[in-house]
């Protein structure tokens, strides 16, 4: 059975920085393709970002240049570098994989000054 | 980017059909836009109920149904159940662009 499970979510200040952590069982992170997708309060699915099993990444352009997509093979888990935060920012975080078929309980990040 | 709309909320009665369907700025959606179907429960993450158009996973209801209608995506509800009430997400894929999901339809059961 695929799990999921973030973490590393919290209150950090506009322009502050977090780093997601989204640890997988069941499932190998680094032989396939991931995403992030986030939900502000009350608003709608937003995707933010891939990592392919190849490696290569692809990234919203609201995050583009601020967010970073990366895995670690050993520890099997996946990451969102998360730079430059701002109010907009503020949202559940979830880790998914790349067919949506798996969804963590998500992480919640509160931008905010 | 494209816009993906869904009815901002719709009303079903126990045991009727009700039909969601995810429209795109582009133009007419297409079995190329692998459309997702995902069912949010408040409070909680979502789970997908269909992907490429109309396949399901083992965990989807067998009255959840996904196709094209009309140059939408669609998602089906036949005989609908008090917990099916929850907010519809749908997703589709761009050929070289982002993923983009649509605005959600809440689905009442009254």
């Known amino acids: 059975e695929v799990q999921l499970v973030e973490s590393g979510g919290g209150l950090v200040q506009p322009g502050g920085s977090l780093r997601l952590s989204c640890a997988a069982s069941?499932?190998?992170?680094?032989?396939?393709?991931m995403n992030w997708v986030r939900q502000a309060p009350g608003k709608r699915l937003e995707w933010v970002s891939i990592i392919y099993g190849g490696g290569s990444t692809d990234y919203a352009e609201s995050v583009k240049g601020r967010f970073t997509i990366s895995r670690h093979r050993f520890k099997n888990t996946l990451y969102l570098q998360m730079n430059n935060l701002r109010f907009e920012d503020t949202a559940v975080y979830y880790c998914?994989?790349?067919?949506?078929?798996?969804w963590g309980q998500g992480t919640l990040v509160t931008v905010s000054s | 980017q494209a816009v993906v709309t869904q009815e901002p909320s719709l009303t079903v009665s126990p045991g009727e059909t009700v039909t969601l369907t995810c429209a795109s700025s582009t133009g007419a959606v297409t079995s190329g836009h692998y459309p997702y179907w995902f069912q949010q429960q408040p409070g909680q993450a979502p789970r997908t109920l269909i992907y490429?158009?109309?396949n399901k996973h083992s965990w989807t209801p067998a009255r959840f149904s996904g196709s094209l209608l009309g140059g939408k995506a669609a998602l089906t509800l036949s005989g609908a159940q008090p917990e099916d009430e929850a907010e519809y997400y749908c997703l589709l894929s761009y050929s070289g662009a982002r993923p983009v999901f649509g605005g959600g339809t809440k689905l009442t059961v009254l």
């Open positions: 069941g499932f190998t992170v680094s032989s396939n393709y």
């Open positions: 998914v994989t790349g067919d949506y078929a798996n």
């Open positions: 490429d158009t109309n």
